[in-house]
């Protein structure tokens, strides 16, 4: 078969099948945009890898995290935020964007904390001789009845965030409900608020465990 013949085969083969072509090409697109516009103003699905939140989340958790409240309020103490932590590099080519928008193929670290500190907070962590912790808002001790345990805290260091210290503006503390197994606040800082992503809203996998999270 000589070249022209194979160019003409070819362009018999698209004539017959553009009309599928073009409809999979417009059906594709209109996903993507989809899946973008629900992503970026409604909310996303995710699941929890790690124990940082227990008891409030358990790894395999499936939660639902909603994005939309960020375009008329910011978070509230007690919020359980999904973010970007400030030591993960974001690039912004326009794959990566792309990628974060979407979720496919997006390998770009987020976490799931507890608001703790507030902009201009006063906040501290402190220990009595019986080895409870407490935190410490305004030099006044916070109600956390959904951490794990106020005995079971990994041991304030110089080279933690323990306070005293005054959280600046568009700045947060964020922390896991599991204070001795979460890598969090106490490690890297405080978070900016152009790091969050969203706001857990409940847990609907594994069914027997589906509630509210407030």
């Known amino acids: 078969m000589t070249k022209e013949e194979i160019t003409e085969k070819i362009q018999e083969w698209y004539k017959i099948h553009k009309p599928a072509i073009k409809e999979t090409v417009e059906t594709v697109v209109f996903v993507v945009v989809m899946v973008i516009i629900i992503r970026f103003f409604i909310g996303e699905i995710r699941w929890i890898p790690s124990g940082s939140m227990h008891p409030t989340l358990l790894e395999g958790d499936r939660i639902f995290v909603e994005r939309y409240s960020r375009f008329y309020t910011t978070p509230k103490r007690g919020d359980i935020m999904v973010f970007y932590p400030p030591f993960e590099k974001l690039k912004n080519t326009p794959w990566k964007v792309f990628s974060r928008l979407t979720g496919f193929f997006c390998k770009d670290i987020a976490y799931i904390k507890r608001v703790v500190g507030m902009p201009g907070d006063k ?92």
């Open 123 to 214: 906040f501290e962590l402190k220990a009595d001789n019986t080895g409870k912790y407490t935190v410490y808002i305004n030099d006044k001790p916070l109600n956390e009845p959904y951490i794990q345990s106020p005995y079971d805290y990994t041991p304030c260091t110089e080279a933690m965030m323990c306070g005293p210290v005054i959280i600046p503006a568009k700045h947060y503390l964020m922390l896991g409900d599991n204070r001795g197994n979460s890598q969090d606040g106490r490690y890297w800082g405080l978070l900016p608020q152009d790091r969050f992503i969203g706001r857990a809203v409940f847990v609907f996998w594994p069914f027997t465990r589906a509630k509210i999270l407030h």
